[in-house]
């Protein structure tokens, strides 16, 4: 099973701020299948990035992913209020399919 | 619009059973894999099972092996989890998802909580 370590934990940032969160897996991830999810209390997670770097539809271009192998980064580029939230990471490259732990963005 | 609706959630003792339920709609149910993915309160996402378009290919996580299983009706566009001999640490919010590696749709979730 590969395990998915995100970092920081939490990330204390302000609106207009760049945010980086990093993911590194135990093993590397064929085919750069990694994906990123934005998830906000009481709410379903949303898919934002697939196979490392393509955004899902209707993502914004603030949002971009990069990586490969064993160390991914998802990088929000202005902080906009609505941003704040819990972030996953996901690999889908081995079964089982597994999550990070999450980041959480908070002002 | 891609939908999925779960349904069946609900209070069960140890040990008790439950199904899950999950309408899907909006796009060609049969042409997906489809998965099941819990979060448990206050904790991150778990992936516990999968299965193919015509549900001859199944996978499970460790966690449920042997106590769940996940089916499909592609003609009637639904999903379901059979959850037998259910334990405290099943307690979650349940998600299906349209699955294609990646989980592209997810319901809104149904909560099941295992207590006695």
């Known amino acids: 099973e590969i395990v998915l370590t995100q970092s920081p934990g939490t990330l204390s940032l302000s609106p207009g701020e760049r945010a980086t969160l990093s993911c590194r897996a135990s093993?590397?991830?064929?085919?750069?299948?990694l994906a990123w999810y934005q998830q906000k209390p009481g709410q379903a997670p949303r898919l934002l990035i697939y196979g490392a770097s393509s955004r899902a539809t209707g993502v914004p271009d603030r949002f971009s992913g990069s990586g490969s192998g064993t160390d991914f980064t998802l990088t929000i580029s202005r902080l906009e209020p609505e941003d704040f939230a819990l972030y996953y990471c996901q690999q889908y490259g081995s079964s089982p399919k597994t999550f990070g732990q999450g980041t959480k963005v908070e002002i | 619009q891609v939908q999925l609706v779960e349904s069946g959630g609900g209070l069960v003792k140890p040990g008790g059973s439950l199904r899950l339920s999950c309408a899907a709609s909006?796009?060609?149910?049969?042409?997906?894999?489809m998965s099941w993915i819990r979060q448990a309160p206050g904790k991150g996402l778990e992936w516990i099972s999968y299965?193919?378009?015509?549900?001859?290919?199944?996978y499970y996580a460790d966690s449920v092996k042997g106590r769940f299983t996940i089916s499909r009706d592609n003609a009637k566009n639904l999903l379901y989890l059979q959850m037998n001999s259910l334990r405290v640490e099943d307690t979650a919010v349940y998600y299906c998802?349209?699955?294609?590696?990646?989980?592209?749709?997810w319901g809104q979730g149904t909560l099941v909580t295992v207590s006695s």
């Open positions: 909006g796009f060609t149910f049969s042409d997906y894999y």
């Open positions: 299965i193919s378009t015509s549900g001859t290919t199944i």
């Open positions: 998802a349209r699955d294609s590696g990646s989980f592209s749709y």
């Open positions: 093993q590397s991830v064929s085919s750069t299948y």
